[in-house]
């Protein structure tokens, strides 16, 4: 799918940025303590926190170092990108926190795939240090999902990554046997070559 045109990011006085905040969604009980919702300005200098942090190192996609400018872009082409066949979806879903503030404690991507139908996506997700081991994950992957339905999901898991592949098949996703890839880490991350496996599932 291919992403949403510039016409539909049109605000009303003709000016181009992103569209009105999504719908805030809390999570099922026992994690109603978190919610989904849109990304906002204001959360740019955590992103840059968190995306300088560990996740820099587990993260293939976000640049390294992080800057304003890194946040600015991220929020201006993708973030609040739009998928006609499931209103009320994004491409960007950030999950905060009630008890401290609706501060942004992760995100949940789900990012169109180059090439594929408008109902084949990739996921991707990741939480801050303090928010890990919680079981936070699975419910908002699933609550996500939910919005979806019909469509086809990719992930993929770092080999090493058992937590993140926990996840997965916690949420119903599959392991294909032959999905398996290499991917050439960037030098600012440490370089390398890292091994993927690679789950799909079917909403």
């Not at 937590?163 to 032959?178: A, I, M, N, R, T």
């Amino acid at each position: 799918m291919t992403n949403p045109s510039t016409l539909e990011n049109t605000q009303i006085d003709g000016s181009l940025g992103p569209p009105e905040p999504i719908q805030e969604t809390t999570l099922p009980s026992p994690f109603d303590e978190y919610f989904l919702s849109s990304l906002a300005s204001s959360d740019f200098p955590r992103l840059v926190e968190l995306y300088n942090s560990d996740l820099a190192f587990i993260l293939f996609s976000p640049p390294y170092p992080y800057t304003l400018s890194d946040a600015q872009w991220f929020n201006d082409n993708c973030a609040h990108n739009r998928f006609p066949s499931y209103p009320g979806t994004q491409e960007a879903w950030v999950i905060r926190s009630k008890s401290h503030s609706g501060i942004l404690v992760g995100i949940c991507g789900t990012h169109p795939h180059p090439g594929k139908s408008e109902q084949h996506f990739r996921l991707g997700y990741f939480l801050a240090p303090e928010f890990r081991g919680k079981g936070i994950m699975p419910a908002v992957v699933t609550e996500v999902l939910r919005k979806f339905p019909g469509a086809l999901f990719e992930a993929e898991a770092e080999v090493g990554n058992l937590g993140s592949q926990k996840v997965l098949e916690k949420c119903g996703f599959q392991y294909v046997e032959d999905g398996d890839s290499e991917k050439s880490w960037p030098v600012s991350k440490g370089g390398g070559t890292r091994q993927f496996l690679k789950f799909v599932k079917q909403c």
